[in-house]
Nanobody, 128 residues
Framework: QVQLEESGGGLVQAGDSLRLSCAASGRTFSRYGMGWFRQAPGKERETVATISWSGGNTYYADSVKGRFTISRDNAKNTVYLQMNSLKPEDTAVYYC?????????????????????WGQGTQVTVSS
């Protein structure tokens, strides 16, 4: 069992930056792949960025490429999402998730269905 706790959300203006953190506890010796997902009211859940356990493989949604950066520090059992140049359309609840698939060491899956553990979410609101 893995527990995930997001932090770092808040209310910012367009163009500002935020860094989200996701701290993992429990079975943290496993080589989990990690991802950030978001869901805005009335919309489907969207994959934002994912990262393999090694950190060497990442995926970004087209809407955030060049603005967001996912990273991880396995020694601290923490994954981060640096969000720059925020836009109002980035407003959503952001969720951290972990997966333990056979290829999680090397491959950053973008499929939310492959993620086994989810945090409670943190609200990001970007005003114009």
């Amino acid at each position: 069992q893995v527990q995930l706790e997001e932090s770092g959300g808040g209310l910012v203006q367009a163009g500002d930056s935020l860094r989200l953190s996701c701290a993992a506890s429990g079975r943290t010796f496993s080589r989990y792949g990690m991802g950030w997902f978001r869901q805005a009211p009335g919309k489907e859940r969207e994959t934002v960025a994912t990262i393999s356990w090694s950190g060497g493989n990442t995926y970004y949604a087209d809407s955030v490429k060049g603005r967001f950066t996912i990273s991880r520090d396995n020694a601290k059992n923490t994954v981060y999402l640096q969000m720059n140049s925020l836009k109002p359309e980035d407003t959503a609840v952001y969720y951290c998730a972990a997966r333990s698939g056979y290829d999680s060491t090397w491959y950053a899956s973008r499929r939310g269905s492959e993620y086994d553990y989810w945090g409670q979410g943190t609200q990001v609101t970007v005003s114009s």
